[in-house]
Nanobody, 128 residues
Framework: QVQLVESGGGLVQAGDSLRLPCAHP????????TGWFRQVPGKEREFVAT????????YYADFVKGRFTISKDNTKNTVYLQMDSLKPDDTGVYYC?????????????????????WGQGTRVTASS
């Protein structure tokens, strides 16, 4: 099984930044892509961003508004979510998820059922 470990969450003030790493320890091959979802109070888990391991194609949810950046480091088997200009509405639990290669994929993969393995989440709190 693919092991995913998120970290980097914490308590910050509105306007601050956080960098969330998603590690894939013990893995030498590459899945199709890795994405970030979040669950905020009163809402279902929602798509944030995704990146493909081959090609590095990225896609972002509309609410990011240029504030978040997803990237990867192949040598470290790690995907990062850089979050700038955090707002109180960004408060929630952020989950890393990996989708395995499969035929007939569409772009972008922004649905939960397009991902196969999930981390346990890391909590982000942006206070006003």
């Amino acid at each position: 099984q693919v092991q995913l470990v998120e970290s980097g969450g914490g308590l910050v003030q509105a306007g601050d930044s956080l960098r969330l790493p998603c590690a894939h320890p013990g893995r030498t091959d590459r899945p199709y892509g890795t994405g970030w979802f979040r669950q905020v109070p009163g809402k279902e888990r929602e798509f944030v961003a995704t990146i493909t391991w081959i090609g590095g194609f990225t896609y972002y949810a509309d609410f990011v508004k240029g504030r978040f950046t997803i990237s990867k480091d192949n040598t470290k088997n790690t995907v990062y979510l850089q979050m700038d200009s955090l707002k109180p509405d960004d408060t929630g639990v952020y989950y890393c998820a990996t989708g395995l290669p499969r035929s007939g994929r569409s772009w972008p993969p922004r649905n939960r059922d397009e991902y196969d393995y999930w981390g346990q989440g890391t909590r982000v709190t942006a206070s006003s």
